[in-house]
């Protein structure tokens, strides 16, 4: 075995001379579960603040969606590459060097003077954020003891379900408190306090000369095109008309080919940027595709409820946030529960418990009327909420079990990869279902709308006759009934459109169900 091979399985973040989940392993995990956190924390909280962005940069609403998808982007091309520059710079250098470079791109985006700009600062900060996730994953595996596992991924549940349940939260707080600059501003003191904590907690190592020149140059262009590209299309495609739109057309076969290449090159090499071999594991792989409808799941209700809510109840940034905080809160009283639960029951009906809470909790939101504003949505919140946790530790638990310790790397790219197309997939599923089945059910009211005349009439000169006697002329009353019919069979058709995509949503996540109770009992080593 050549030197490079020997390195490769040696795994690199374990501080020698440090016992495994010694107080400075503790603290190194911390430290990169506040800075997972961040990252996972920037992807929702500019959403709330949208508006505010635009107008300071002078930009419009689909120029405006450039600032989340350069972000989302960005993190994605970063992701893969974690492994391959924390191997050759140490887990400790590369960790610090990318806190530091997240916190300056945070700041540079606070200053941004146009578009552009912030475009670049953003895709940057994704760019360095997106390092910061499957390394505190990375983390849990290599500097705790078996044993303490479950505790780490309650833990790294925090990170990956919280943050992005109350980014709109506090982004619309931060935004009407004080300006939408504070936004990034918030990075900059828990990203210096996990600098100091990575540096006390991590080990110095030189730097590995010979990993870095042994770059995967083919490996590294083909992924990110096609996951740069693929991100692309899902965050864009519904807003330019999918394959209607030329660009979404080229970007989905470069996306395609580059993808296809990616892993024909992975699986050849001997030294792969990711080690896909590992998808021929049969529990690992099913646990990816529970990750991706987590992340779908998730990232689909972060997406769908705000909308909802400004769409048909007119809800500000600020009152979204409070109806979205209840996906988040409850879940930190179940948390510190999972750990004791997993030592006493299998971990594969903690996960389906979880899936079938979540999957309930989007059957609550698919029987909306117009009277079914945030009040309505707190129950189905609190159970979404609660399932949460039974899912992400037992999973992260199982997907992980087989895995060799020179493969924790690739393991902790691949699932969280998974987890963030899965979120994308979601949204881009969301935006067209409702779109789409928003317009077939507005043709159908209105193509029964002759079988209720008497009723539309009836409205037509009730409305009418209220605008005449608050001020306007026959002639404008009637056009303006006419208008707020349209508005009212609009919305009617909107929220049908919405209960659909719920109900959809909900039958999916049986699959996941389905797919955690077919994974093998776990092996419990005495």
Not at 98 to 124: D, H, K, P, Q, V
Not at 139 to 149: H, Q
Request: glycine letters at 8%; hydrophobic letters at 50%.
């Amino acid at each position: 075995m050549s030197s490079s091979t020997a390195t490769l399985h040696e795994p690199q973040s374990i501080p020698q001379g440090f016992e495994s989940g010694s107080l400075r392993s503790w603290v190194a995990v911390f430290a990169g579960l506040i800075g997972a956190f961040m990252a996972i924390l920037d992807i929702q909280i500019t959403n709330a603040s949208m508006k505010e962005i635009q107008g300071s940069l002078g930009a419009t609403l689909e120029e405006g969606s450039w600032i989340a998808t350069a972000y989302l982007v960005a993190e994605m091309i970063a992701i893969p590459l974690s492994g391959w520059l924390s191997h050759g710079l140490s887990v400790r250098r590369y960790l610090l060097w990318t806190t530091a470079f997240f916190i300056g791109a945070s700041l540079l985006c606070s200053i941004a003077w146009n578009l552009e700009s912030m475009i670049a600062f953003r895709a940057m900060q994704g760019f360095f954020g997106g390092a910061l996730i499957p390394l505190a994953f990375r983390l849990i595996l290599e500097l705790l003891p078996e044993n303490k596992r479950a505790v780490g991924m309650a833990l790294f549940g925090v990170t990956a379900t919280f943050a992005p349940s109350i980014g709109p939260t506090l982004g619309g707080w931060l935004t009407e408190q004080f300006s939408w600059h504070y936004l990034f501003y918030i990075n900059v003191p828990p990203g210096l306090i996990v600098m100091g904590m990575l540096a006390y907690g991590l080990e110095k190592k030189p730097v590995l000369w010979d990993k870095l020149n042994n770059i995967d140059l083919s490996g590294i262009i083909t992924m990110a095109l096609g996951m740069g590209c693929l991100e692309v299309v899902l965050e864009e495609g519904n807003r330019k008309d999918w394959f209607g739109s030329e660009l979404i057309r080229d970007l989905t076969i470069v996306a395609v080919i580059n993808i296809t290449l990616f892993v024909y090159i992975q699986l050849k090499k001997e030294e792969p940027l990711v080690n896909l071999r590992l998808l021929g594991q049969r529990d690992f792989d099913i646990s990816t595709i529970a990750y991706f409808l987590l992340g779908m799941a998730l990232f689909g209700a972060i997406y769908m409820i705000p909308l909802y809510l400004a769409q048909i109840h007119n809800y500000s940034p600020l009152d979204i946030g409070e109806v979205i905080m209840w996906m988040g809160f409850p879940q930190l009283l179940v948390l510190p529960f999972i750990p004791k639960l997993m030592e006493r029951f299998d971990g594969r009906y903690l996960a389906a418990f979880g899936f079938a809470m979540f999957s309930l909790s989007y059957y609550m939101n698919s029987h909306m009327t117009a009277d079914y504003a945030g009040d309505q949505m707190v129950a189905s919140q609190i159970v979404r909420a609660l399932g949460q946790p039974f899912i992400l530790v037992p999973i992260g638990i199982i997907a992980t079990m087989h895995i060799k310790p020179h493969e924790n790397a690739s393991a902790s790219t691949v699932l969280n990869v998974m987890r963030n197309l899965g979120g994308a997939f979601g949204i881009a599923l969301v935006s067209t279902l409702t779109d789409t089945l928003s317009r077939g059910h507005l043709a159908h009211i209105k193509e029964t709308l002759s079988a209720v005349n008497p009723m539309a009439n009836e409205y037509l000169n009730q409305t009418t006759s209220i605008l005449v006697q608050a001020g306007s002329d026959p002639v404008t009353a009637s056009s303006q009934a006419a208008t707020m019919l349209g508005k009212t069979m609009t919305e009617q058709a909107y929220i049908q459109a919405y209960n659909d995509v719920f109900f959809i949503i909900s039958v999916l996540l049986f699959i996941a169900v389905v797919a955690v109770l077919s994974i093998r009992k776990p092996i419990k080593e005495r």
